[in-house]
């Protein structure tokens, strides 16, 4: 097993995930089969309890696990699966190591952060790099490892230290350590290096050398800049690479080829540098030839909240031939002309009663003036809330999370009474049955799906029948659960309780966004 290690400094949000993403897609398409590992160094056991605004996304693994948006850009630029292994948390790490001292487990020895905490994250980083198998049965020759956090932060220095020793062990030829950093500019359009020099320095003072520095900044980077770093900071010039901000984060792969990523990283770990497969290259760099705007309704008024929506849309654009525009629409600003100008109106998952009403006035709105509409998760809630009040009849319709009325939807019976919040909801892979007849099954081409959830309410099976005698159709069910709703006469007018755009990728666009976008798109031919 070899590892790419991926660390950062000067400033948070540089890029880290995308780097680390990209450097396994330029592996993968050397041949060579890579699996990912993200370190978060903060206390919480995973993502799942935190506030979507101010962490972003929460995305959900196959085996349930909660994790940072990082592990699905892992997932979408390697076209892999990944578990809650792949996910270490200073709360994971600490949480075992107590569990195993209570238990016994260390002998009377006194428990420390070195070797016990740092025993526990090599050995954590090794068995996911280890066990990690693909669709087809091969195993990873090769892990990507991205520590959160920046070089200097307190929370991160068991991790370090942890990386710092598996420098050691693995040495030269199986280790590669790649430092992000942030190259600033000045008034004048100069890039400077003195945040870089710093950061070199920092990591240093912790025992680590950069094999290979990224260059984060919105220039290209110089020659005479690269030169610079090298000398200040002890690496090849050929290993101080520029990147550049893009227009597309699936061009990032290929802007660090251009700079020899490949090449370099190759090198170091002592691997036959091979002529990459560029066909994943070229379906990124496919050009559009439509254009439709799509508005997604938010309750949280981040992008990062609905990184995952905005990619599924845009790999089933990119299938399409269609460029894909967002309009985020606050849930309690919107106006009714916002809704018209819209080709097709997306109500995406969410939490809590703020913008409930304005989410539910889209859906009915979508409904009425048979503009496409796609609902996940909460909207697939909403709109069945919104079907109940103004086409079965039941005006105080509403959800048993929002609070007094006709409950819609229900909690969940395996939900009543739990108290630990975490970790504790419907969470990923669950198996869902089809409607042949259902435009859901022709789009999946198969009555047989597995999707990943994150819920606690469903529809209430007492008000089902009442439903479906108003023309709702429920085409999608996990024994006597409702999973996916459609309503025949409207262009498309579909929701799913699971989350489609957690299994979409480039190459494998989600069933549900492709037909929700090409609706839109022939909407829009025709008019």
Partial sequence: MKYVVVTGGVMSGLGKGITAASIGRILINRGYHVTSVKIDP???????????????????????????????NYERFLDIELTSDHNLTTGKIYSSVISKERHGDYLGATVQIIPHITDEIKDRIKHAAESWVDKDGNHAEICIVEVGGTVGDIESMPFLEAVRQMHWEYGNGDFALVHVTLLPADTMGDLKTKPTQHSVKALRELGLEADIIVGRSNLPVSLSTKRKISSFCDVDVHAVISAQTAPDTYLVPMELEKEGMAEVLLKQLHLESGKPDNSWYS????????????????????EDVYISIKEALKHAGRLLSTEVVIHWLDAELYTTEDLADLDGILIPGGFGNRGIEGMISAIQYAREHKKPLLGLCL?????????????????????????????????????????????????????????????????????????RHRHRYEVNPAYITEIEAKGMKFVGRNGKRMEALELDDHPYFVATQFHPEFRSRPARPSAPFIGFVKTCRDIQRKE
């Fill in 42 to 72: 903060y206390l919480n056991i995973d993502a799942g309890l935190m506030n979507p605004a101010q962490h972003g996304e929460v995305f959900v693994l196959k085996d349930g696990g909660e994790a940072d948006l990082d592990l699905g």
């Fill in 283 to 302: 379906l990124i760099a496919r050009e559009y030839t439509n254009r439709i705007t799509v508005g997604i309704i938010t309750k949280y008024g981040v």
């Fill in 379 to 451: 909207g697939f809630q909403l709109c069945v809330i919104e079907f109940m009040r103004n086409v079965v009849g039941y005006k105080d319709a509403t959800s048993e999370e929002m609070g007094p009325g006709t409950h819609a939807i229900a909690i969940l019976p395996e939900q009543e009474g739990v108290e630990d919040l975490g970790g504790t909801m419907r969470l990923g892979d669950y198996p869902v049955t089809l409607d042949p007849a259902s435009r859901l099954a022709d789009l999946y081409g198969s009555t047989e799906i597995v999707e």
